[in-house]
């Protein structure tokens, strides 16, 4: 087994969830091969929805995850196999989306990455594939609990947002 790789690959997993909560986007461009692919599966989003390309995942995410939805993605108990500058991983993951322009709605699910990795010329690993079916998905308004106050640093950039 190359650890070195699997170890790299790891990060690039992890700073592709990290750049998604942060929207940090032109970190996560690197991230990705210029002709990755993925496919989200959530009931929420009314089905699979399939990208081909960086600019087209990208563009998704930006205009997906606007100023009002506020995300957090954790993945773990990796298995990836390498092979040569190709790799294949599953991912158990979690995640909260809190919408908060619509009621402060938070969704909260889990399912399984499934990921193709390549190792580019430069010799840096990139994701290749990524994509998920979801193994459930929870819906929430929690603008309808009394008491309820939301206070979210979306990111550094921006003051707080906070919501009653």
Known sequence: MDIASL?????VKYRYLRCVDLKSWDELEDAL?????????TPSGGGPLRFTGREAILDFLRNTLDP???????????????????????????DTVLATEHNNTMIK????????????ADG???????????????????????????????WAKTPPLTAS
């Open 109 to 120: 699910g889990a399912a399984f990455y499934e990921d193709r990795y390549t190792r580019g």
């Open 33 to 41: 091969a210029p002709d990755a692919t993925a496919e989200y599966g």
């Open 124 to 154: 840096v690993w990139r994701i290749q594939h990524t994509g998920y079916t979801r193994t459930y998905e929870y819906l929430v308004p929690l603008g309808d609990l009394p008491g309820f106050t939301l206070t979210a640093n979306r």
């Open 7 to 11: 170890e790299e690959i790891k990060r």
């Open 68 to 94: 009002g939805i506020i995300t957090v993605h954790s993945a773990g108990q990796p298995e990836i196999e390498i092979d040569g500058d190709t790799a294949e991983g599953t991912w158990s993951f979690e």
